[in-house]
């Protein structure tokens, strides 16, 4: 089973851009999702996209961030534009939730079964 693994993340002062990556060949007709965890806390959904291309975001980073999938590369990113400290967390890409997702809402957690390690973006203030 592909191992997924994320990266492009950083130290950004406030309002700054980062571009999170992760390549998921295995996992193209699934809906891919990025999920952020602070310590102590349970990891949250920040954004998904289907197996269609339908997108869906947390209410805190929508006009702010971007989810896509470039199905050439098989790799699903998460632009993230303007960002604050309440975004610094270890960020996640599950895989393996079911192919078709509707908005408004991204999937659980429990809607994933293959889990990456994370990459780390703390946001200066």
């Known amino acids: 089973q592909e191992q997924l693994m994320e990266s492009g993340g950083g130290s950004v002062q406030v309002g700054g851009s980062l571009r999170l990556s992760c390549p998921a060949s295995?996992?193209?007709?699934?809906?891919l999702g990025w999920f952020r965890q602070t310590p102590g806390q349970e990891r949250e959904p920040v954004a998904a996209?289907?197996?269609?291309?339908?997108?869906s975001y947390d209410e805190s980073v929508k006009g702010r961030f971007t989810v896509s999938r470039d199905n050439v590369k098989n790799t699903l990113y998460l632009q993230m534009k303007n960002l604050s400290p309440d975004d610094s967390g270890l960020y996640s890409c599950?895989?393996?939730?079911?192919?078709?997702?509707?908005?408004?809402?991204?999937?659980?957690?429990?809607?994933?079964?293959?889990w990456g390690q994370g990459t780390q973006v703390t946001v200066a203030s």
């Open positions: 599950p895989a393996g939730a079911p192919a078709r997702w509707s908005p408004p809402f991204p999937p659980p957690a429990a809607a994933f079964h293959a």
């Open positions: 295995a996992y193209r007709y699934t809906t």
């Open positions: 996209i289907d197996s269609g291309g339908d997108t």
